[in-house]
């Protein structure tokens, strides 16, 4: 009885070992930080690949004041003049976002999980 108690616990431990030192394909890629340029009165190319967890970098390169709103109300960034802000995504799917000054000002980030 007790052999074969140590006899499993061996086992067990070497299937666990084994575990642990077999590579994992499903690695989680770390958050990156993606820019967004605003420019002559227009949202710059959003990048592709985002995440979430990831963070959208806006930076205002225009004279005039800007904002990056979500329609959906998941963020609302103001952007004077040379500024810059951020939005961290916090879930997967596809918002679309505009400027509140500059309705003809669009944009969409596709977040994948
Ligand atoms: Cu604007």
Do not use: E
């Not at 030192?21 to 340029?37: D, E, Q």
């Not at 002559?40 to 990831?54: R, T």
């Not at 040379?82 to 000054?101: D, E, P, Q």
């Amino acid at each position: 009885m007790a052999r074969f108690s140590i006899a499993l616990a061996a086992g067990t431990g070497a299937m666990l070992l084994s575990l642990a030192l077999s590579p994992t394909r499903a690695t989680v890629a770390a958050p990156k930080t993606h820019t967004i340029v605003i420019d002559k009165l227009k949202f710059g190319p959003v990048p592709p690949g985002l995440h979430v967890g990831d963070t959208i970098q806006w930076l205002n390169k225009d004279l005039f004041r800007h904002t990056a709103t979500a329609r959906d109300g998941s963020f609302n960034v103001d952007l004077p003049a040379g500024a810059r802000g951020v939005t961290k995504l916090t879930k997967a799917g596809t918002i679309a976002f505009f400027c509140r000054y500059h309705p003809g000002m669009t944009g969409q980030l596709v977040v994948s999980k």
